[in-house]
């Protein structure tokens, strides 16, 4: 269930500047990371090579920047649910930052906050950063400036 619900243009308009809260906690398992490295083909072994890693700078594996990066694609529908739409896309993502390594067994959650909303043509575009917290840690994992364009039913 999505912390905030938008039903029309006109409340999706009205949200720049919410607070979206926070997701619930996800775990980072050594399953998530090496299936991600079998999708990207990115196979380097301070993420899927636990032995290794253990040796290396973080003293154990790290999810991948874009992994993380990609998590936001998970978080963002636990913050806000915009219904009543004929179509919604991802239009990309103004900026991405990752402050701190995220390591396996870690826990991580997206925090979320409409930075700007628009009319584009027929579309309504929100810019909604989501950070994504390391559970214990000052820093986060990753910071992302999401930009959706949401194109609503005619009778809305």
Same mark, same amino acid.
């Given at each position: 269930?999505?912390?905030?619900?938008?039903?029309?243009?006109?409340?999706?308009?009205?949200?720049?500047?919410?607070?979206?809260?926070?997701?619930?906690?996800?775990?980072?398992?050594?399953?998530?990371?090496?299936?991600?490295?079998?999708?990207?083909?990115?196979?380097?072994?301070?993420?899927?090579?636990? @032995?290794?890693?253990?040796?290396?700078?973080?003293?154990?594996?790290?999810?991948?920047?874009?992994?993380?990066?990609?998590?936001?694609?998970?978080?963002?529908?636990?913050?806000?649910?915009?219904?009543?739409?004929?179509?919604?896309?991802?239009?990309?993502?103004?900026? @991405?930052?990752?402050?701190?390594?995220?390591?396996?067994?870690?826990?991580?959650?997206?925090?979320?906050?409409?930075?700007? @909303?628009?009319?584009?043509?027929?579309?309504?575009?929100?810019?909604?950063?989501?950070?994504?917290?390391?559970?214990?840690?000052?820093?986060?994992?990753? @910071?992302?400036?999401?930009?959706?364009?949401?194109?609503?039913?005619?009778?809305?």
């Amino acid at each position: 269930m999505a912390n905030q619900t938008f039903a029309s243009a006109q409340a999706l308009l009205a949200a720049q500047g919410m607070d979206l809260g926070f997701t619930d906690w996800l775990e980072i398992t050594q399953q998530r990371i090496d299936l991600f490295a079998e999708a990207t083909g990115d196979h380097q072994w301070i993420h899927v090579d636990p @032995v290794r890693a253990a040796e290396g700078p973080f003293g154990r594996c790290i999810a991948h920047g874009f992994l993380t990066l990609s998590l936001a694609n998970l978080f963002l529908p636990q913050l806000m649910e915009v219904q009543n739409l004929e179509m919604a896309v991802n239009y990309g993502c103004d900026k @991405v930052r990752f402050p701190a390594a995220v390591p396996v067994g870690c826990r991580i959650r997206g925090r979320g906050e409409v930075l700007y @909303v628009e009319t584009i043509k027929q579309a309504v575009q929100a810019t909604v950063r989501v950070t994504v917290e390391i559970e214990g840690s000052e820093r986060p994992g990753c @910071v992302i400036d999401t930009i959706s364009r949401y194109i609503f039913s005619p009778a809305q």
